[in-house]
Structures are given as C-alpha cells and as structure tokens.
C-alpha cells in the first residue's frame, strides 16, 4: 500500500514537473505602458459585451496601485490571469479597458458604465502580443 501512495505521489510530481515546463510557453502577465499625456487606469475582460464591462469587474480606481498607469510610465504589475493568456487571445476572448483617471476618480462607477466612458477599449491580437513581448503601448490615439 505504501509503494503504491509513492507511485501515486512520484507521477503527481512529474506531471506538476511536466506542466511546469509547458508553462515556459504561457504568459499570464500583459505589461501596459502609458505614452500618452494623461493618467489612466486599465483593466482587462473577458467578454466583448460593452455595456456590461461595469459588471465583469469593480472600479479600477479600488485597486488604483495595480490598475493606475501614470502618463510616461510602465505599468510594473501588469494584468495578470490565471489562465494562459495565449488561449484567450487567440479565442479572441481578451479585451482591455483605458481609462481616463480624472474620469474615474471623479464620476460614479454606474455613471461611467452607462455612457460608456471608456477612454479606448483594446482587441489584442496573439500576433500583436507576440511581437511586443505582451507589452500593449497607449499613446492616446
């Protein structure tokens, strides 16, 4: 009984090893860099719905160090996923939200979902994220 629990443990082990190795080939981090002369805020969703984005997620302001990307800066924490983000990508399932900071720090959450204030809202291809190292560039336009 022992030698099969061991078994059991050693091939639990090499697949974590195994899954582990594939992962070198999953991103699950989108650095966003801030070009523009403005304060923003990001946030990253997994719908297309937009009129709903104020629902898929809380207002980015609640978590301002992650979110916030100051103009002429780099956003460090990035956006980060549980899942690879290769996968939601390519399903064309990722979508990221800019917004304007002074928007956001001055006009009610339900307010901004209603008329939609989305500063820009960003489709990123797999090739695109490929190519800039998935880093996505805001320059304002």
């Known amino acids: 009984m022992k030698k099969i629990k061991f078994l059991i443990i050693i091939i639990v082990w090499l697949l974590f090893v195994a899954i582990q190795c594939e992962?070198?080939?999953?991103?699950?981090?989108?650095?966003?860099?801030?070009n523009s002369s403005k304060d923003i805020y990001i946030h990253g969703g997994w719908s297309h719905d937009t009129l709903g984005f104020r629902r898929l997620f809380p207002n980015p302001i609640l978590n301002?160090?992650?979110?916030?990307?100051?103009?002429?800066e780099k956003?460090?924490?990035?956006?980060?996923?549980?899942?690879?983000?290769?996968t939601a990508v390519a399903q064309d399932r990722l979508v990221v939200y800019v917004f304007d900071a002074e928007v956001l720090e001055t006009v009610p959450w339900d307010t901004v979902g209603k008329y939609y204030m989305v500063l820009k809202t960003i489709h990123p291809t797999l090739e695109e994220m490929q190519n800039s190292n998935w880093t996505i560039t805001f320059t304002g336009e």
């Open 23 to 34: 992962s070198n080939k999953c991103h699950k981090t989108i650095m966003f860099e801030n």
């Open 64 to 72: 301002a160090p992650m979110y916030k990307v100051k103009s002429d």
């Open 75 to 86: 956003n460090t924490d990035g956006l980060r996923r549980r899942e690879c983000l290769e």
